[in-house]
């Protein structure tokens, strides 16, 4: 039967459907206007800490190891 789950026979139980969640288009439209607006506000008078990596389109993984590897960096000519 489509829509229930593998291996499960009995189709009267509830428990054995599978949950199908549909969001309508103008509500996919409205999530992506706001997050384009929040972020170019965000990133227009400087919010967002110069340290932020995660959930920043701007800035990734990489950016994060170069950070990382300037910090030990500085740290251990400190030692020396």
Known sequence: MPGTKPDKDDS???SKYLIISLVNIGGNVLEKFLIKRIMHHI???GYLNDNQFGFNCQKSTTDANKAMKQFIEIDWMKIE
């Open 43 to 45: 990133h227009k008078y």
């Open 12 to 14: 009267l139980d509830s």
